[in-house]
């Protein structure tokens, strides 16, 4: 299998927050680089950035000091190197910033996309919902990626969100489950939020697997690892392993 794909740029988004976007991008991105791909996160969460809590770095710069001109889009990114990537991170602790201008975000994805060219994959954990900071981000992404969870509300905001993402029709939309109990359960809830989509908007997202709901998740949080490298053998390793060679494909 040839590991080192095209360059890619994969918006990681859900309609409502605590699904597991920040584990689902942190965790792709660690697979994604395990397999030899140069990889990036981009932390688009402003107000709640949490990348680097997951992985457990301190990024000295932020968003921040590029939108106010003080660095280049390339002194912000760190090197993970016990995972292998690089980071834009927030600083989640200081409340930099939580939203921004048109301008400031034309900047900010003119660089990323120059900066996403020496990547093979770049994940822009993007923050909870529609608006504007969210959205205005999808027209730089190949792929976009929501992260599904089974309660109502969920659904209801995932629904609310691949409505507007479906109007614009440049990137693929795809679907990945999380916290389920079984890759069954994943498959029917995909297909159910597909038939719903399909009914009302006339289209379906793609599924590219769910990751099963797992007590390693909260472990490797806590020691702000990748879930491969404290549970290598659990059901969440597997799944995202899984996710990440049919990203590849
Ligand atoms: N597959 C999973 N199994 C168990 N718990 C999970 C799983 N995915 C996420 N979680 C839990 O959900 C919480 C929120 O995840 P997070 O990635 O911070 O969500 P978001 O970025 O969408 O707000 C995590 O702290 C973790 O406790
Ligand atoms: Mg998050």
């Known amino acids: 299998m040839s590991t080192v794909s095209g360059r890619r740029i994969i918006g990681v988004v859900s309609g409502k927050g605590g699904v597991g976007k920040t584990f689902v991008s942190v965790n792709l991105a660690a697979a994604l680089a395990d397999a ?21 770095v301190d990024p000295p710069l932020t968003i921040a000091d590029f939108l106010l001109g003080r660095n280049t889009i390339d002194e912000l990114v760190v090197h993970v190197d ?59 992404c190949d792929t976009i990626l929501v992260v599904l969870r089974g309660d109502p509300s969920s659904l209801m905001d995932a629904y609310a969100l691949v409505k507007i ?64 490298a404290v549970a290598p053998q659990c059901h969440a390793t597997a799944d995202i392993r899984e996710l990440a060679r049919r990203v590849m494909a």
């Open 36 to 56: 030899g791909n140069r990889t990036l996160i981009f932390d688009a969460d402003l107000g709640l950035a949490n990348v680097d809590l997951q992985l457990g």
């Open 82 to 140: 016990n995972v292998g990537i690089d980071i834009i991170g927030g600083r989640s602790a200081a409340a930099t910033l939580t939203s921004t201008s048109e301008q400031e975000r034309r900047k900010l994805k003119s660089a990323l996309v120059a900066l996403g060219r020496s990547y093979n994959y770049t994940l822009i954990d993007l923050a909870a919902g529609i608006d504007v900071n969210v959205s205005d981000f999808f027209e730089i």
């Open 165 to 228: 993402v479906s109007h614009q029709m440049r990137s693929r939309i795809a679907i990945v489950t999380n916290a389920v109990s079984s890759s069954r359960d994943g498959a029917d809830l995909a297909k159910y939020f597909a038939d719903v989509t399909n009914k009302y908007l006339q289209f379906r997202p793609e599924y590219l697997g769910g990751i099963r709901a797992d007590r390693t998740v909260d472990l490797a949080i806590r020691r702000q690892m990748p879930v491969y």
